[in-house]
């Protein structure tokens, strides 16, 4: 009987949204904006470093690497959400579903390593100044993202075959509004707990190493920073590290709420408020911080604006 269950689900039904009624409307044209406002925001700074050499620095690299990254992560869950919320049932076959873990995992992973890789940026450019071009050459750079990017996607597929290696002989109904870890994994008809223990070493892996090595990193940054004589010196050095800072604390403070804990402490409504800021704002977040606090990426906006309204008036 189990097989045969097993054998019937092709799709799983996302019902993550599906007892909020008539506000799954309102939740459509907020998400749809702030998707489109994310698409633009991350659009205008990969643009803006491409077009302004001033701009081209290991620090914008990795930056505009980010920025293409987090739009590809949206478009892994925001879309196919935008439609269930308009769909009377809104489903997501099987092998939809494994593609959205896949990618979201291997996306959210490669974001974590790039986020660790411009901490130790700023620990060079700040703690040793005169080697931070031989340090973190261009070469360097592309290294550092490439194994960003391998170990992310590699980490997926643990996570994919982990999940979907369980038999989905109990239930096709997935308490969220995409195919998330937890919420997929609790569907199986037979004991997870040393897979469960796998996919939390991992977690521990991938945010809590990095978030280790990045305190580590800001720790000798702020020593540095302090032994700056001028307070001029120490307002621009930690004005730096700011954005940085904040990304930092969100995308790891978001992360680390939901997947280093059991799924057995899963808890739906909490958590899918939870992922929305980590699926929907946290992307838009990352350009808003870079572009808003950044005095450089301002006035390289503005430059580049300028070059573009000046050719279309001559």
């Known amino acids: 009987m189990k097989r045969q269950n097993q054998s019937m689900i092709t799709e799983f039904i996302l019902i993550g949204f599906s007892n909020l009624g008539d506000l799954q409307i309102l939740l459509f044209f907020i998400f749809l904006l702030v998707y489109l406002t994310t698409l633009m925001a991350n659009a205008t700074i990969t643009t803006v470093i491409r077009l302004d050499r001033t701009l081209h620095t290991p620090m914008y690299f990795f930056l505009f690497v980010l920025s293409c990254s987090e739009t590809c992560y949206t478009l892994v869950i925001v879309p196919k959400m935008l439609a269930n919320l308009l769909s009377t049932a809104p489903t997501i076959s099987l092998s939809g579903c494994v593609a959205q873990l896949y990618f979201f995992v291997g ?25 931070y071009t031989l340090i973190v050459s261009r070469a360097t750079c592309t290294q550092l993202v490439l194994a960003s990017s391998f170990c ?18 109990a239930s096709n109904r997935i308490n969220h509004f995409f195919c998330d870890i937890s919420p997929v994994i609790k569907l199986g008809c037979t004991d997870t707990n040393l897979k469960e223990m796998v996919i939390f070493f991992l977690s521990i892996l991938v945010l809590l190493v990095p978030l280790v090595l990045i305190f580590i990193s800001y720790v000798f940054i702020v020593s540095t920073i302090l032994k700056i004589s001028s307070v001029e010196g120490q307002c621009k050095a930690f004005a730096t590290c700011a954005s940085h800072l904040t ?68």
């Open 247 to 314: 990304v930092v604390i969100v995308h790891y403070g978001c992360a680390s709420f939901i997947y280093l804990r059991p799924t057995s402490l899963y808890s739906s409504d909490k958590d899918r408020l939870v992922a929305v800021t980590y699926t929907v704002i946290t992307p838009l977040l990352n350009p808003l911080v870079y572009t808003l606090r950044n005095k450089e990426v301002k006035t390289a906006l503005k430059k580049v604006l300028s070059r573009y309204l000046l050719s279309k008036t001559v």
């Open 107 to 131: 996306l959210a992973c490669t974001n974590c390593f790039l986020i660790a890789v411009m901490g130790y940026d700023r620990y060079v450019a700040i703690c040793n100044p005169l080697n």
């Open 152 to 169: 992310g996607f590699l980490i997926s597929v643990v996570v994919n075959v982990l999940v979907f290696s369980v038999p989905f002989c």
